[in-house]
């Protein structure tokens, strides 16, 4: 990890709908703020490992400007806790994995809703199983998420 500039990993379950938008909305929002940052995102679970995102999550993505199907999904491994400043949590299930799995010296683990005022641990709803709409809703939740989180590495 380099020292010089901040590493975010974003972490959810299957790294196809959440993860993935919200790996996309950091990087819009820190560009927006020119900060300087690697990104990147993961599941706790590997059943998608290699696919891109879910269809719904693209397309929430390409209408918000941003092009997310050239994404992979993977695994959380060992080695993120040191490539990554910081991991970010899309929920508290996600968020309790990591922690067992995070050595003593490895990355700052929150949830990503952490740094919006009154959202403090609270989830990112998982849009899978539910209407096209929820994917909307995923959209708003990570963008204030990863804005927040731009504005705190930035300070
Ligand atoms: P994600 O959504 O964790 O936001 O990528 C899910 C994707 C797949 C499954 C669950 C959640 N699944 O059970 O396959």
């Known amino acids: ?26 990087r819009l929002e820190a560009e927006r703020a020119d900060l300087e940052a690697a990104v990147d995102s993961a599941g706790t679970g590997a059943w998608h490992a290699g696919e891109p995102p879910d269809r719904r999550a693209q397309a929430v993505a390409r209408r918000n400007g941003i092009d997310i199907s050239g994404y992979r999904a993977r695994q959380v491994d060992a080695a993120d806790f040191h490539r990554f400043s910081h991991i970010g949590a899309l929920d508290g299930d996600n ?17 990503l809703l952490d740094p919006v005022p009154g959202r403090r641990g609270e989830a990112v709803a998982d849009p899978y199983y539910g209407a096209d709409a929820g994917f909307d809703a995923t959209w708003a939740d990570v963008t204030l998420g990863a804005r ?5 590495l930035k300070a």
């Open 148 to 152: 927040h989180l731009v504005r705190a």
């Open 1 to 26: 990890m380099p020292a010089d500039k901040p590493a975010i990993l974003f972490v959810c379950l299957g790294n196809i709908c959440r993860s993935p938008l919200a790996e996309a909305a950091f």
């Open 95 to 111: 968020l309790t994995v990591l922690r067992r799995l995070r050595p003593r010296d490895g990355a700052a683990l929150s949830l």
